[in-house]
């Protein structure tokens, strides 16, 4: 959206485990505590339509909260955002509006089904890997 400086949204026109029903994957806080944004430059603030390769860098994990007097810490906020049935997103702030991801990386990644873990990749990662890319949808 033209106004967002963090958040990245992506489309995606057949969700994977239901065909013929699009979803969307919403990565946010890409900034840093002012708003200043670590998004790539290739996806400058009101990008729309582009298709996204799995492995496209996206930016780097920030702490932008949308208030500097507030910031989030430094993490990824990621979302499967569901359809409005029109062709466009949903209001992610609403959590309703989202999927459990945890089908979508066959890991448990849903707070209210691990609680007690933070959920980490099989693979080492070093701080080379902390920039975000398109997980391939």
């Known amino acids: 959206m033209p106004d967002w400086t963090a958040t990245v949204i992506i489309r995606i026109p057949e969700d994977p485990l239901y065909s013929r029903r699009q979803i969307w994957t919403y990565y946010t806080h890409m900034a840093d505590q002012q708003g200043e944004s670590f998004i790539s430059e290739n996806f400058p603030s009101g990008t729309f339509g582009v298709y996204v390769e799995e492995g496209t860098f996206l930016g780097y994990i920030g702490n932008y909260s949308g208030d500097v007097n507030n910031p989030t810490g430094l993490h990824l906020h990621f979302s499967v955002v569901k359809d409005d049935g029109d062709g466009d997103f949903l209001n992610e702030l609403d ?10 990386f ?32």
Not at 95 to 104: G, K, L, S, V
Not at 106 to 121: F, G, K, S, T, W
Request: aromatic residues 4%; hydrophobic residues 35%.
């Open 95 to 104: 959590i309703r509006n989202t999927r459990d991801p945890t089908p979508y």
């Open 106 to 137: 066959n890991m448990a990644v849903n707070h209210n089904i691990n609680p007690n873990e933070i959920p980490l990749c099989q693979e080492e990662i070093t701080l080379a890997d902390w920039a975000l890319v398109a997980d391939g949808g």
